[in-house]
């Protein structure tokens, strides 16, 4: 009863504030990130036969709301209020998603399970949720609140990790992989968005040792090069770089300071171990091996669906065998967006795709040449740059494609006011 109450909340909250949408998101980021999976898999409620879960709540109040949106834009004309790079992502938007429409009637006629079907078709179009911020923002202000919260949640995440120290999961996962993670889901993307906000603005930045402590709790490699890289892109593009760089060493000590607090008060070996696993960054360890001779087994695949990918009735087929036959888990699951969007979508999905994100990324790097926003430009090119480098080495493009997507959108909602201001500005000269 309790999680049915909590689902009816988070729909009429939804209906009532869209833009509480990235806020749900961001806590649900949070609770993956410390509670146990059987917890995670067992909150969701049933209807007809189906499980609903929390993720599937955000997605179909997004599409009512992009229903909703996009008819009131067409109704009003207010599409001319668009900026012209808005219009052309927008186009390609639809292709996309009209692309996977194309897959789930084709499902529906070799007769997948609707639930199956419907719940593949909520990863494959997550675009949906640019939409939220592009059509229902309405002030610089709300998103300062946003990314207030994400920073505060970046911060407080790690004070949490430590006592993930010996649960069942986190004990199976070691166990597994020989790697010492405290913590679960894609916490990452979410102390992503938090260090990355110190880093840009540079208030404050030596809390910023905080979800950097929390990265490295994490252990994954992928977010140690993406996070790299995105310092190396911060650096170039400030000002005062040596300033900059004086604070990112000042946040590197505060880092390695807090890890050895937590390794000498709660016993966790948490400095020995974050140091093995970043000497492992560029080294052909187990999994790595795994993934690479996954590799060519995959470019097979693609050639025999080169141009479609898998049908939505392929992928179920898959789906029954992952659990007990490798070649299904690694096809569901290859590490790699680029190759999971080869599989999933053909050239075709996924020339698609490259398109949409070399335009957002043009966008938000165009967005850094405005003089009043050049921060704000930084931050979203900054942090959508981690998530696709992130991406290219695990199945968060999948998984939590929402947060791409939601910086998309708010990367076009700033394109628009440019566009608003210009157009205003033009008007009151004539």
Request: charged share 10%.
């Amino acid at each position: 009863m309790t999680v049915i109450a909590v689902f009816l909340l988070v729909v009429l909250g939804i209906a009532i504030f869209p833009m509480l949408i990235p806020y749900l998101l961001s806590g649900y980021m949070v609770l993956n990130g410390f509670a146990s999976r059987s917890f995670i898999n067992n909150l969701n409620i049933s209807v007809g036969g189906a499980n609903i879960f929390l993720p599937d709540l955000f997605f179909a109040t997004a599409i009512f709301l992009t229903i909703a949106g996009v008819t009131r834009i067409l109704i009003t004309g207010r599409l001319r209020l668009l900026s012209s790079s808005t219009k052309v992502i927008l186009f390609w938007v639809a292709c996309y998603i009209l692309f996977f429409m194309g897959k789930i009637i084709a499902g529906y006629i070799e007769g997948v399970p609707l639930d199956s079907m419907v719940r593949r078709f909520a990863l494959d179009t997550q675009c949906i949720y640019l939409f939220v911020p592009l059509l229902y923002l309405k002030q610089e202000k709300t998103l300062r609140t946003l990314l207030y919260f994400i920073v505060l949640l970046s911060i407080l995440f790690p004070l949490g990790q430590p006592f993930l120290y010996g649960t069942a999961d986190q004990v199976s996962f070691e166990q597994g992989q020989g790697t010492l993670r405290l913590g679960f889901g894609y916490a990452n993307l979410l102390m992503m968005l938090g260090v990355l906000a110190f880093f840009v603005w540079e208030n404050k930045i030596w809390l910023s040792s905080l979800p950097l402590a929390g990265i490295a709790m994490l252990a994954q490699r992928s977010a140690f090069i993406s996070l790299a890289l995105c310092i190396i892109f911060l650096t170039l593009k400030k000002k005062n770089n040596v300033k900059f760089i004086s604070m990112l060493g000042a946040s590197g000590l505060l880092l390695i300071a807090t890890l050895f607090i937590i390794q000498t008060t709660m016993n966790i070996p948490v400095v020995d171990k974050a140091i093995e696993r970043v000497s492992e960054t560029f080294e052909y360890t187990g999994t790595t091996k795994a993934r690479i001779n996954v590799i060519p087994i995959t470019f097979e695949q693609i050639g025999n669906k080169p141009w479609l990918g898998f049908s939505y009735k392929e992928i179920y087929t898959l789906q029954l065998q992952q659990n007990r036959v490798a070649f299904a888990f690694n096809m569901l699951h290859p590490h790699n967006f680029i190759l999971s969007s080869l599989l999933r979508t053909g050239f075709i999905g996924t020339l698609i795709l490259f398109i949409i994100i070399a335009l957002v990324l043009l966008s938000a790097y165009k967005l850094m040449r405005e003089r009043n926003i050049h921060k704000q430009g930084m931050y979203l090119f900054s942090t959508l740059l981690f998530f696709i480098v992130f991406g290219i080495m695990n199945t968060s493009f999948i998984s939590a494609g929402y947060v791409f997507w939601i910086l998309t959108g708010i990367t076009l909602w700033y394109l628009n006011q440019i566009h608003y201001l210009e157009n205003l500005q033009g008007g009151n000269e004539q």
